[in-house]
């Protein structure tokens, strides 16, 4: 019920395309997705964040699409650019209990 | 600049040896945050507190205690440390609140050996 699903493992992109990376949770206590990046040798860093009374959010070239019913978010990375490869991790949390939970993390990389 | 700092990038350790990895918030943060990273694996919550001297398990708890003394710093404690506790290690906190952002430290690469 905490668990949340990250696929895929491993994501190669042309610079100048879209990288999508997709979500899953069960629990549906969990009212906030945040997305975070991780450069080699950093800490994660929150990217972009959601939550479910919307469907969509978008900040630049990243765009978190959200689907409630089918308890379903994924990030999506537009005109890719080899700056953005990195790991990318989806995490979810529920109000009112602290725990914030990953995903398995996505392994992103731009060719040029 | 809110900032989370461990003491320690690397750490070479022997099997068996207690084990002591800090972690210090600047940003008054109620929640604080062990996770370990390992690939494939993705960030795993080893123990997590809410305010000083308060504890909870995470996922991954065995082999693992804390301290938080202070509420600015966590401290991770490998009993007795173990060759498969070798991995990185991340510190987070947060602030309570609705949606507040995590933040995490740079991390400590542990080998015991």
């Known amino acids: 019920q905490q668990q949340v699903k990250q696929s895929p493992q491993s994501l190669i992109v042309q610079k100048g395309g879209i990288s999508i990376i997709n979500c899953a949770y069960e629990?549906?206590?969990?009212?906030?997705f945040p997305w975070y990046q991780q450069f080699p040798g950093k800490g994660p860093a929150l990217l972009i964040a959601?939550?479910?009374?919307?469907s969509e959010k978008k900040e630049g070239r990243f765009t978190i699409s959200f689907n409630k019913s089918a308890k379903q978010f994924s990030l999506h990375i537009m005109d890719s650019q080899p700056g953005d490869s990195a790991t990318y991790f989806c995490?979810?949390?529920?109000?009112?209990?602290?725990?914030?939970?990953f995903g398995t993390g996505t392994r992103l990389l731009v060719s040029p | 600049d809110v900032k989370v700092t461990q003491s320690s990038r690397y750490l070479v350790k022997r099997t068996g040896e207690k084990v002591f990895l800090e972690c210090v918030q600047d940003?008054?943060?109620?929640?604080m945050f062990w996770y370990r990273q390992d690939p494939g694996l993705g960030l795993r919550l080893i123990y997590f507190?809410?305010?000083?001297?308060?504890?909870e398990k995470g996922d991954i708890p065995e082999g693992y205690s804390v301290s938080r003394e202070k509420k600015e710093r966590f401290s991770l404690i490998l009993e007795s440390a173990s060759t498969n506790q070798t991995s990185m290690y991340l510190c987070?906190?947060?602030?309570?609140?609705?949606?507040?952002?995590?933040?995490f430290g740079q991390g400590t690469r542990l080998t015991v050996v």
């Open positions: 995490a979810a949390r529920g109000t009112g209990f602290q725990k914030l939970v």
């Open positions: 940003m008054d943060h109620e929640n």
């Open positions: 507190s809410y305010d000083v001297k308060m504890k």
């Open positions: 987070a906190s947060f602030k309570d609140g609705l949606n507040t952002e995590a933040f």
């Open positions: 959601i939550r479910p009374d919307v």
């Open positions: 629990n549906t206590a969990f009212d906030y």
